[in-house]
């Protein structure tokens, strides 16, 4: 087989003339912040998630951030998996928790029950529990003998069914590679009314929005009772801006519509890589989102087969290195991670993504076959 022209790249979005219309949309119709795409967007995902509120927010990280400050963890401890993205170790750090990082289970790579049991110190005040790769974290588990504030980092699973309805408070992800991609965005879920209030106008510095004063819902004003926009409003309590704008959710929208297609081929790529690679590396636990799959292969081929494999133009990943090996928690961490030390060495992530055709995944198949019948 001939080596291909173009990198095929590990992840990446799919749009359309449908994202580009909306946008367009939007830019025509004046309202560029955050006004009623973001209201029709929130409503939408609260439905298809089964959460009573939603506040859209410019991050997954933003989002974290701001249930810290709601459900004030300053000073507190804070248990998080090391197989994640660096926002669930570091954001504790920026609120002046302890990240108290642990170990992950061997199946599926998940955080691990009995790892944060043992881990739990009298002042842990909540635990980011993600769901790796879009197979749900433990949480039921947890819930046994841990009663505080539990955040599901929902990052990998828009849309896992019944992702989002364990935690106390959910935190998706529209960043750019993952499965429903506007660029950057990210949502909080919660059935909790009070923290729903509470965390409203702290995505704008105690301000409620001005779409809302414009149609003289919501407002904190007296004026509200007269017709038109309402300049006047009354900032009574801490925030900062992280909500998320109209030109944002006209894209998120529209990939929302997309997303069971999306899903699909991502599942028949998963599927086609389980069958015919199965001989040759580990495949991963079923899916439903395959946000990545990251296969494992003896530790002695993983870096050969991401060079080898990259001279052939095809990118590949490692999710994750474990965030205890960041030298920024080395320092606190001399503890052991018996499972992440070495499960992570074998960890390969192969292309998975929408824009792929079966010439690619067939592409794959081809090249990591060829390097195992030759090494
Ligand atoms: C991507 C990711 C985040 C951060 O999401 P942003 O929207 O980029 O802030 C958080 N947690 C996990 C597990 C992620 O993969």
Request: glycine share 6%; proline share 5%.
């Amino acid at each position: 087989m001939e080596i291909r022209e173009d990198v095929l790249p590990v992840l990446r979005p799919l749009g359309g003339k449908e994202e580009i219309e909306s946008l367009a949309n939007t830019i025509n119709s004046g309202w560029w912040g955050k006004g009623p795409k973001v209201s029709e967007f929130e409503k939408k995902f609260a439905e298809m998630v089964g959460a009573k509120y939603a506040i859209a927010v410019t991050s997954n990280t933003a989002g974290i951030d701001l249930l810290l400050k709601a459900i004030n963890a300053e000073n507190k401890d804070v248990i998080n998996p090391t197989m994640s993205f660096m926002t669930t170790a570091v954001v504790p750090l920026w609120n002046n928790c302890s990240s108290n990082i642990v170990d992950i289970r061997k199946k599926d790579l998940n955080i691990c029950p009995e790892d944060v049991r043992k881990s739990l110190k009298p002042n842990t005040h909540a635990i980011i529990a993600v769901n790796y790769s879009g197979i749900l974290a433990p949480i039921e588990e947890i819930r046994n003998f841990f009663d505080g504030f539990i955040i599901e980092d929902c990052a990998h699973s828009c849309y896992t069914k019944g992702a989002g309805s364990r935690g106390d408070a959910a935190v998706w992800s529209f960043q750019a590679v993952k499965t429903m991609p506007c660029g950057d965005g990210g949502m909080i879920t919660t059935n909790d009314k009070q923290l729903y209030e509470k965390l409203l106008p702290m995505t704008w510095l105690g301000i409620t929005s001005t779409y809302s004063r414009t149609t003289n819902k919501n407002s904190l004003s007296n004026l509200s009772s007269r017709p038109g926009y309402s300049w006047d409003y009354d900032v009574k309590t801490l925030g900062y801006k992280c909500y998320m704008v109209d030109l944002t959710a006209a894209i998120c929208l529209e990939q929302m519509k997309k997303l069971p297609k999306h899903l699909e081929i991502r599942r028949k790529i998963q599927q086609k890589y389980n069958t015919n690679l199965c001989d040759y590396l580990e495949p991963p636990e079923h899916s439903e989102t395959v946000q990545h799959y990251s296969a494992r292969v003896p530790i002695k081929h993983r870096d050969k087969l991401i060079d080898y494999l990259s001279e052939k133009k095809i990118h590949t990943s490692v999710h994750y290195k474990p965030l205890h090996k960041h030298s920024i928690f080395s320092k606190e961490n001399n503890r052991e991670y018996s499972i992440a030390d070495k499960e992570w060495l074998k960890l390969i992530t192969l292309p998975c993504h929408p824009a792929m055709n079966e010439g690619d995944s067939d592409y794959v198949i081809h090249w990591i076959k060829e390097y195992f019948n030759n090494n």
